[in-house]
């Protein structure tokens, strides 16, 4: 039996869990979320993105009832959440900080929610346990949070805020404070979490790797507003603006005028080179300002004019960034334009064949890059 692919934002008779409905937020004058319509579904682990300032965290302290929408609601399970107080919700938050209780071990800090809700003891403590074993913190529980690793604290933060079986955790800039090779680990660690336990995870950050590991959706935010929701991988092959295609990952944009020919277009962008061709649904009209967004891994680079390639260019190396399996050539043409190529690396680095200032030829097809009305 094949497996059921989630994704629940394409079956019309889905229900969301959660609804944002023309929510507004202002603070004084300052729109921090500019009339916004979204829904999250049961079970998602749904990932806010964005630079600093950009309104994710106001959307999760509205979710968590610190702040309250200025216009429009915010349904959870069919129901408007404003009047509920945030120790009512069935919404937990994870802070950045962790919040730990400095003097409670890992068992009470878990436990410390299940006791203010006057559960029955035999509960808490088979809940702890199970909280226990789901984060691998069985062996901790007896240590105080100065006595274990920052990842652990991290561990007993998530298990702390699962222990109350929330419909819902918001998870704020989670990682933070973690270092690269354990975030990483991480991320998969809370992916397997989110999986087992069935809550819905909403996550809030700006690291855009973060959003596209862990995410089942994720949404680009700029300004109070969603610029686009869409799984990571449409995200990244079908970004539907400049904005979200030069946020996400490694890009170049090449900015011309279209022309239509054929099954798509051809794109002047540099006097003296040869038009671009590029395959597209997009529509745009003759002489319509446009955008070309390639990825660096989708630029062949070769010493020889290939032969037969839809684009292809001579450009000289100007920088390499060699990032250990990858790297990344930065070529510039002779209008100046500067486009990047990338290749695995799978030969040692003596045997490399390009360098510094050699003059190479880029090439890609008519269907590499993604067209964009400018």
Do not use: C
């Given at each position: 039996m094949g497996q059921t692919i989630f994704e629940p934002w394409n079956d019309p008779s889905a229900k969301p869990l959660i609804q944002f409905k023309n929510v507004t937020k202002k603070f004084g004058d300052f729109v921090a979320i500019d009339n916004q319509t979204f829904d999250i579904y049961a079970q998602e682990f749904f990932a806010l993105l964005g630079p600093s300032g950009c309104g994710k965290t106001t959307m999760m302290r509205m979710l968590a009832g610190f702040e309250t929408p200025t216009e429009g609601t915010i349904l959870l399970g069919g129901e408007d959440i404003a009047p509920i107080p945030p120790n009512k919700r069935a919404v937990n938050?994870?802070?950045?900080?962790?919040?730990?209780?400095?003097?409670?071990s890992v068992w009470e800090n878990i436990a410390f929610g299940l006791k203010r809700d006057s559960m029955p003891k035999p509960d808490i403590e088979a809940r702890v346990a199970e909280m226990l074993k789901l984060t691998r913190l069985e062996q901790?529980?007896?240590?105080k949070p100065h006595q274990i690793s920052g990842g652990q604290r991290q561990r007993v933060a998530l298990a702390r805020s699962l222990a109350k079986a929330p419909k819902l955790l918001l998870l704020d800039e989670p990682l933070g404070a973690l270092d690269a090779k354990l975030r990483q680990d991480t991320q998969f660690e809370l992916m397997?979490?989110?999986?087992?336990?069935?809550?819905?995870?909403?996550?809030?950050?700006?690291?855009?790797?973060?959003?596209?590991?862990?995410?089942?959706?994720?949404?680009?935010?700029?300004?109070?507003?969603?610029?686009?929701?869409?799984?990571?991988?449409?995200?990244?092959?079908?970004?539907?603006?400049?904005?979200?295609a030069d946020f996400i990952g490694d890009v170049t944009i090449l900015s011309g005028t279209a022309t239509p020919r054929d099954d798509g277009y051809d794109i002047a962008f540099a006097e003296g080179q040869p038009p671009l061709?590029?395959?597209?649904?997009?529509?745009?009209?003759?002489?319509q300002a446009c955008h070309l967004a390639i990825r660096p891994e989708k630029v062949?680079?070769?010493?020889?004019?290939?032969?037969?390639?839809a684009n292809a260019m001579q450009g000289k190396i100007l920088d390499i960034a060699y990032?250990?399996?990858l790297s990344t050539y930065h070529v510039q043409?002779?209008?100046?334009?500067?486009?990047?190529?990338?290749?695995?690396n799978t030969r040692?680095?003596?045997?490399?064949?390009?360098?510094?200032?050699?003059d190479v030829w880029l090439s890609w097809t008519d269907t590499a890059g993604v067209l964009l009305a400018g």
């Open positions: 938050m994870m802070f950045q900080s962790y919040a730990l209780f400095p003097h409670l901790f529980a007896k240590r397997d979490i989110q999986e087992k336990t069935g809550t819905t995870f909403v996550i809030v950050t700006h690291d855009q790797e973060e959003a596209m590991t862990v995410a089942s959706r994720v949404a680009v935010m700029d300004d109070g507003r969603i610029i686009q929701v869409d799984t990571p991988a449409r995200i990244y092959e079908s970004p539907n603006s400049v904005y979200v061709r590029s395959k597209s649904d997009t529509r745009l009209d003759k002489g062949s680079i070769t010493a020889e004019k290939p032969v037969d390639a990032l250990g399996n043409l002779p209008n100046g334009q500067i486009i990047k190529a990338q290749t695995a040692r680095l003596s045997r490399r064949s390009f360098t510094w200032e050699d």
